[in-house]
């Protein structure tokens, strides 16, 4: 039974920092796909970020150059680095892996305000 717990969300200035963190509890995980979604109000879910077993990366263009999608396997963590917050950015975060039946975390709500 694969279990996945974030954290690291908060409240924070425009133009500020947060680093989210993922850990996965459960077999393999250095084999898994891990993504990072969010969900704003009276949105739908969206990729932000995913990163292979093999460490390359991808992430929606609107957080392209502030974000980093990281992963250690070591520690069975799954991290995201988000710079330049803006307002826009306020939403959800929910870790995700690619399983064979898909696993999401509970969620850490990151709200970028002045």
């Known amino acids: 039974q694969v279990q996945l717990v974030e954290s690291g969300g908060g409240l924070v200035q425009p133009g500020g920092s947060l680093r989210l963190s993922c850990a996965f509890s459960g077999l393999f995980f250095s084999i898994y796909p891990m993504n990072w979604y969010r969900q704003a109000p009276g949105k739908q879910r969206e990729l932000v970020a995913g990163i292979t077993k093999s460490g390359s990366t991808n992430y929606a263009d609107s957080v392209k150059g502030r974000f980093t999608i990281s992963r250690d396997n070591a520690k069975n963590t799954v991290y995201l680095k988000m710079n330049s917050l803006k307002p826009e950015d306020t939403a959800v975060y929910y870790c995700?892996?690619?399983?064979?039946?898909?696993?999401w975390g509970q969620g850490t709500q990151v709200t970028v305000s002045s």
């Open positions: 995700n892996a690619e399983t064979a039946t898909g696993y």
